[in-house]
């Protein structure tokens, strides 16, 4: 299937379920609207308050607040996850020691978290930084050390036999086995950032989409809260679009799935 086609019924299906929200939100069925608008607002509303904003410009301020916690919890939980995970998988004897203390801090909730880093980091950027940190950082660790750790048996003898440095087999071995896995957990790690930074917000915060939503809710304005979870949604895709462009430019060498390069 070409991408146009694939765009093409990624669109309908969106289409569709706009439609059905709007007719369900204000069309009687048998008597009842099964969407209260009350509780569900509708799509019109909804984008009517995304135009406003937009248009207003009050926006702008909270989804740059927002775009630079994200980012930064992205960067350093993805650069941690990838430089703890692969040296964990480089060294069994660490890996075995620390294995219970890694499983018992990524069990910790992160809600209860928050509140935490807020204490000790201030309601700025910071703790929101920190809370999305702690989501991203463990769903790349241990991709990334599954990756390593899946290295061809096969493909490390054959390095070797051909007298390959430990540093050589990093790079032409470890590291691309490790790609594949890396972008996979960047991909749903985008998403975790996100939510981090605007959980952070929503607990306490003057700015940021999460501060947004927090304001509409407490207004019982659902159509505010749903316009700012669709722009959320909006931001989430166009930073998983930039992963993909960088996945594309690394990942150059891996054959598709049709078998050509």
């Not at 009050?58 to 989804?63: E, Q, S, T």
């Not at 203390?101 to 990524?106: E, L």
């Not at 050390?145 to 990093?170: A, F, I, P, W």
């Not at 700012?228 to 891996?254: H, K, N, P, Q």
Request: with cysteine.
């Amino acid at each position: 299937m070409s991408r146009v086609s694939l765009l093409a019924l990624q669109v309908l299906v969106a289409i569709v379920c706009i439609v059905l929200w709007q007719l369900l939100s204000t069309v009687p069925v048998f008597g009842k609207i099964l969407l209260p608008p009350f509780f569900f607002s509708n799509p019109v509303d909804v984008f009517e308050q995304i135009v406003k904003w937009f248009v207003s410009g009050v926006i702008w301020k909270h989804l740059w607040i927002t775009l630079v916690e994200s980012i930064l919890a992205f960067v350093i939980g993805s650069l941690g996850g990838v430089l703890i995970g692969f040296w964990f998988a480089r060294q069994p004897l660490v890996a075995a020691v620390f294995d219970p203390y890694v499983k018992m801090v990524n069990a910790l909730p992160r809600v209860v978290l928050a509140p935490i880093f807020a204490l000790w980091l201030g309601l700025g950027i910071w703790s929101k930084v920190a809370l999305g940190v702690t989501l991203v950082f463990f769903i790349v660790f241990f991709n990334v050390y599954q990756g390593v750790k899946e290295v061809s048996r096969t493909v490390l003898d054959n390095g070797r036999m051909l007298g390959m440095s430990e540093g050589q087999l990093m790079r032409h071995v470890y590291w691309p086995s490790a790609l594949s896995w890396m972008f996979s957990s960047l991909h749903t790690s985008v998403g975790f950032a996100v939510v981090g930074a605007v959980v952070g917000e929503y607990l306490g915060s003057a700015a940021g989409l999460g501060y947004l939503i927090q304001q509409a809710e407490g207004v019982f304005d659902v159509a505010g809260v749903f316009a700012g979870m669709f722009v959320l949604s909006a931001f989430v895709i166009l930073i998983d679009f930039g992963v993909t462009l960088v996945e594309r430019r690394l990942l150059v060498w891996r054959p598709t799935v049709d078998g050509r390069g």
